[in-house]
């Protein structure tokens, strides 16, 4: 039996990054426990299992063009998978060096899986459709946290209690990765007689990569909203602000609002734009509002803002002219490294910042509102890959 129904392989793939966020922030989530079982209460500890987290995701969206080229893309899926099912030795790992080793492969396997998002999508989606997908894609790991957050009691109680949840998550991530082995994934046939660019696009190195403009405009754009993201789960929550539960709900209203809008407007730059702009007005809301009730609109309006021009964000690169598979890997694996590699200098400077004014969350607050403007910034340099529709095409339609 093989898989080659289209719509069947993107549920493989959402499913299969829902069940990694369920995974990892139900791990995140249960660390109180895990590190009581092994007797560690060591701040400094579950501060660096923190840091190999991030290196996970630096180094795995770095290195997932290599395991691309290496494997194709449909066993470097597979392998990302199955990183992500080594996650069931997190809740029973008997000491504190084996958990750091689940957690780091796991972070990995997640890494690579989002880099592998666009290559898979542009092999089985027409540029029409991909808009709407690339949109679903972002809105997985915000499904998965979302059902961490409101139903972990619930799921807790079901399966018998945390450990076996977790354990739970990772079978279902194997039955998934098992699944993917069926997925049909043939090699598109090119043309034997390319010109010198499109030949250079399919061997698209990393080298090629960091020699592209673009692709430095494109991760640093994002840079400082992911950078404020991460904040806002790790730092705000101790500066007394919990309105991060808004952000993720209305994160996913925004994110399918998005798959709509980028559907039926072409034009990628103004969304980007306007959104990026409403994201700094909002984050000044949450960071310094003294009144709960506006800093709890700020934060539904945050949430949407954040993930309502992502779908625009992620389809640029899919309509650039001439792209391929080789070259949108590394497009993406360099988007997301550079992005995460900026966060961490600012989320340590963050913190820095914090212990300098003993405690006193506010320059941080205002570093991580300047930040967040390369969003906004970014949307002046980045290419305009959308076409407006003529009215003559549209009423032929």
């Given at each position: ?256 609002a998005g798959m709509i809008y980028s559907k039926k407007v072409p034009l990628r730059l103004p969304v980007i734009r306007w959104s990026g702009a409403m994201i700094v007005l909002t984050i000044i809301g949450v960071s310094f509002s003294t009144n709960s009730t506006l800093q709890t609109v700020s934060a539904i309006l945050l ?95």
């Amino acid at each position: 039996m093989k898989i080659s129904h289209k719509y069947l392989v993107e549920a493989i793939v959402f499913i299969s990054y829902v069940l990694f966020a369920m995974a990892w922030v139900g791990g995140a989530a249960s660390m109180q426990q895990i590190m009581s079982s092994m007797h560690v209460d060591s701040l400094a500890s579950a501060s660096f299992i923190s840091g190999m987290v991030t290196l996970a995701k630096i180094v795995g969206t770095f290195g997932a063009a290599w395991i691309a080229i290496k494997f194709g893309i449909k066993y470097a899926f597979f392998i990302s998978s199955i990183l992500i099912v080594i996650g069931i030795l997190t809740p029973y790992a008997p000491n504190y060096e084996l958990l750091l080793i689940s957690r780091f492969l796991m972070g990995l396997g997640g890494a690579f899986m989002v880099v592998y998002f666009n290559p898979i999508v542009m092999h089985w989606f027409p540029v029409k459709e991909r808009a709407v997908i690339n949109g679903l894609n972002a809105v997985a790991f915000n499904v998965g946290t979302g059902i961490i957050l409101w139903q972990m009691d619930a799921i807790n109680q079901i399966s018998g209690g945390w450990k076996m949840s977790l354990v739970v998550f990772s079978l279902a991530s194997l039955f998934f990765a098992l699944a993917w082995l069926l997925v049909k994934f043939e090699p598109q046939a090119t043309d034997t007689q390319q010109t010198a660019e499109e030949e250079k696009n399919n061997n698209y190195s990393y080298l090629d990569g960091l020699k592209d403009k673009f692709n430095w405009i494109y991760g640093l754009t994002y840079s400082g909203l992911l950078a404020f993201y991460i904040c806002l789960f790790t730092f705000y929550p101790k500066a007394g602000i919990t309105q991060s539960t808004w952000v993720i709900g209305f994160g996913i209203v925004g994110t399918l609002a998005g798959m709509i809008y980028s559907k039926k407007v072409p034009l990628r730059l103004p969304v980007i734009r306007w959104s990026g702009a409403m994201i700094v007005l909002t984050i000044i809301g949450v960071s310094f509002s003294t009144n709960s009730t506006l800093q709890t609109v700020s934060a539904i309006l945050l949430g949407f803002f954040v993930f309502f021009p992502i779908t625009a964000l992620v389809s640029i690169p899919h309509e650039l002219p001439k792209m391929t598979g080789q070259r949108i890997t590394v497009v993406f694996s360099l988007f997301y490294s550079i992005s995460y590699l900026v966060s961490t200098v600012v989320l340590w400077v963050f913190g820095k910042l914090v212990d300098i004014n003993q405690g006193d969350y506010t320059v941080s607050f205002i570093l991580i509102s300047i930040v967040s403007v390369t969003f906004f910034i970014g949307s002046f340099f980045l290419p305009e890959t959308g076409k407006k529709e003529n009215k003559e095409e549209l009423c032929a339609e």
